[in-house]
């Protein structure tokens, strides 16, 4: 059993939001000492459910999104690892790919209203 394009949908919008939650809170710290940026990362997980796809239709609403400390960046002298143009293409990316996703679940949800209603509204 694989699993419905409005499923897979949805559960990339729950990571996209879980995404531009933690990067708005980074933009929110960018002056606060000792603060460390956050990534999200769930499109890992979200593949993984997909490629196991199987009757254990629970796989998909467990891929959850992992928050983590972003290691990569060095923190400024005061301890604090954002960099605001990081984040704000973080955001500018994360909104992109939400509102996407959100106009393809959309028009699939459109699609299922006129397949019901035989076309007639």
């Known amino acids: 059993m694989s699993y419905s394009v409005t499923s897979i949908l949805q559960a990339a919008l729950r990571g996209l939001n879980v995404r531009q939650t933690w990067v708005a809170d980074n933009i929110a710290n960018a002056d606060t000492p000792g603060y460390k940026a ?3 990362r769930f499109e890992d997980q979200l593949r993984r459910a997909i490629r196991e796809a199987s009757d254990d239709t ?27 143009d990081q984040e704000l293409l973080a955001m500018t990316d994360t909104t992109m790919r939400y509102n996407a996703v959100a106009q393809a679940l959309s028009e699939r949800i459109a699609l299922y209203r006129s397949v019901i209603t035989d076309g007639r509204g």
């Open 58 to 84: 629970s796989l998909l609403s467990r891929a959850r999104a992992v928050v983590e400390t972003d290691s990569t960046r060095s923190g400024t002298m005061d301890g604090n690892s954002v960099d605001l």
């Open 38 to 40: 956050r990534r999200v």
